[in-house]
């Protein structure tokens, strides 16, 4: 399978693709086959309760970068403490890694517990067991790789194992020391503000921890420095492994001489609002049991490790270029969470769709968002949980492919027609048209919802409605926009709604 088999080939013309798939054509992986192989698998679990939970809103910009590249620091450490000893890395991406070790099965399974011991008691004794990392081995022969069928069992079994293994974390029965140890020093005083959860550590305002991940999100802005070691992140049972931050790792974060810009830095002038979003790909699974990705690892690793780059490596170079006033809080396997500037979160979340859908040739697959505006002083661990929620009521449309925008969700194509259409014609409405009568057509739009699902005689005057508030705000006389408003409320008004909420922000924006 080729990289145009299943993606656009004019973005080979990128060196981000072109470098990649350089390297993909010269791995033969036939070579260090053998009949006495391992393959062991690590999943990050709880990245979500990892990266957000416990964060206020006052000092969420310091970490949140930080504590995503962090998932992505131990999962590379983690993978070379266990390769150390000629073990190949396949794959280390979005809090997964996979690695071929050319020995049996008996021969480490005494190591890998022990190894699945240490990251127990790191994520124990540094973060209470609300995340972890569980590693999984199995046996593999050469013909596991070379054999269609016995590859397809593979990826199968992987999944299985992978997801059993959640249902057993952290073997509390073999520890011996206290299980959580309950620090009674903790007040309101010693108690850390940013992860709200561990004790200040001495002569510092945060804790040890906390106080990492600052340090972390200085060095990810700072292009001088070129690795990490794991002791600077208190990861000290791996030894002296370090990691390159590559741009996988640093992404991109607004900042300003070297400091990363706070939420209410994002802010646009006096309009007190950031935007942020959620997207992940929709149908990946199906469409990867239903082709021939799964068929060997040559396919199923140049299909990953393209779509991986496209949002972890392609997307944040396009921000870091276009919408500088964004934070990526993560990118990579097959989402997404950004915040920013809020018009400038509405226009990327444009753009990274048209990207998506120009970048893979199949329709199979297509990309829904959940997109929401606030103000930047709400918790950070609410925003991703809200947005979680609004990416739902998108997964939920039949057929997926949908925008969730100030409470409504559509189609993208159904928003995007209306978004072109509407956004021309009443952006070029003049300062004395007033604003009654966009915030009327949101309650216009509410009526021709309702009527969709149960006939009321009120609702079914929203022409007239229409008509009579066009007439007597709206001073142009525009008769186009006038019937695209009737065609498109009759339509989509829930279309019609998030594209004239944009508006009135833009509008209170410009006074």
């Known amino acids: 399978m080729e990289f145009s088999d299943i993606f656009n080939s004019k973005f080979l013309q990128n060196p981000i693709f072109a470098n990649l798939n350089n390297e993909l054509r010269n791995l033969d992986i036939n070579t260090i086959l053998s009949d006495e192989m391992s393959i062991v698998c690590g999943d990050f679990y709880g990245i979500q309760s990892f990266i957000f939970d416990g964060l206020g809103a006052k000092n969420a910009a310091k970490v949140i970068r930080a504590k995503s590249a962090f998932v992505q620091i131990f999962t590379q450490i983690i993978a070379e403490y266990i390769a150390r000893d000629g073990g190949l890395i396949l794959s280390t991406n979005a809090g997964k890694f996979e690695i071929l070790i050319h020995k049996k099965l008996e021969h480490i399974k005494d190591q890998i517990k022990y190894i699945q011991s240490q990251i127990d008691e790191f994520f124990i004794d540094n973060f209470y067991g609300l995340s972890g990392m569980n590693l999984v081995a199995f046996s593999c022969k050469e013909d596991d790789f070379k054999s269609p069928i016995k590859y397809q069992e593979m990826r199968s079994n992987i999944a299985k194992e992978i997801e059993k293994k959640k249902f057993n974390k952290f073997t509390l029965q073999t520890r011996s020391k206290v299980v959580l140890n309950y620090d009674n020093s903790i007040t309101n005083q010693t108690l850390c503000p940013i992860c709200n959860t561990r004790k200040i550590a001495i002569n510092n305002h945060q804790c040890d921890i906390c106080d990492a991940f600052i340090n972390l999100g200085k060095v990810l802005t700072d292009k001088n ?23 996988k790792i640093r992404s991109y974060v607004a900042s300003k001489d070297g400091v990363i810009k706070s939420f209410e830095e994002l ?72 915040i920013g500037q809020w018009q400038s979160t509405l226009d990327l979340a444009r753009r990274i769709r048209a990207e ?31 947005l979680e929620e609004l990416l739902k009521n998108s997964k939920n449309i039949d057929g997926k492919n949908s925008i969730t925008l100030f409470n409504s969700s559509v189609k993208w194509s159904e928003y995007i027609e209306i978004f072109d259409e509407l956004s021309t014609l009443m952006g070029d409405l003049g300062d004395d048209d007033k604003m009654a009568f966009f915030y009327r057509i949101l309650d216009i739009c509410d009526m021709s919802s309702r009527l969709q699902s149960k006939f009321s005689p009120q609702d079914a005057l929203w022409r007239s409605k229409l008509n009579y508030s066009y007439n007597r705000n709206i001073k142009s006389k525009d008769e186009n926009l006038l019937q695209s408003l009737n065609k498109n409320i009759a339509k989509s008004p829930k279309a019609v709604k998030m594209v004239v909420s944009e508006l009135i922000y833009k509008r209170r924006e410009n006074g």
């Open 267 to 338: 802010c646009s002038n006096d309009f007190n609002a950031i935007g942020g979003f959620k997207a992940d790909v929709d149908g990946m699974g199906a469409f990867i049991q239903n082709s021939s990705i799964k068929d060997s690892y040559l396919n199923f690793n140049m299909f990953a490790k393209n779509i991986d780059s496209f949002f972890s490596l392609y997307i944040p170079q396009i921000i870091q270029n276009e919408f500088k006033d964004s934070y990526v809080v993560f990118a990579g396997g097959d989402d997404l969470f950004i």
């Open 225 to 247: 420095t070129k690795s990490i070691s794991a002791q600077k992140l208190h990861i000290n049972f791996v030894g002296d492994i370090s990691i390159d931050l590559d741009d």
């Open 356 to 386: 998506f859908i120009d970048f893979v040739k199949s329709k199979e697959l297509s990309i829904s968002f959940g997109i929401a505006l606030f103000k930047p002083s709400r918790p950070v661990n609410y925003l991703a949980h809200h």
